[in-house]
């Protein structure tokens, strides 16, 4: 099972061990972090599960495909390694990866 650090914007990190195929978001919204809202249930259509992905995992996960850059436009201060969690699937090559959340959603 890949391993999971999210970040609060308190500093509390949540370490969760997670299924493969599981996304961000839904750990997230399974294990209660503070500051994913989620609104949108994944489906890709707010930006209320806004995170920065840790610095040294940016490449290992990628650049968000256009439907999701569209959305992180009304996502709260964007930046370089800003990504929406629902768009995230965790797997055994991002076993520990790192997401912080911000100080508040869109």
Known sequence: MPKLSIIAFDGTR????VQAGSTVMENAVRNSV???EA?????????????YVDDEW???VGAPEAMEEDML??????????????QIKMSDGL???????PERQA
């Open 14 to 17: 949540h370490d969760l061990e």
């Open 34 to 36: 503070p500051g994913i």
């Open 39 to 51: 609104e949108c249930g994944g489906a890709c259509a707010c930006a209320t599960c806004h995170v």
């Open 58 to 60: 940016s490449a290992r």
């Open 73 to 86: 436009d009304f996502a709260y201060d964007v930046k370089p390694t800003s990504r929406l969690s629902c």
């Open 95 to 101: 076993d520990g990866l790192v997401v912080h959340v």
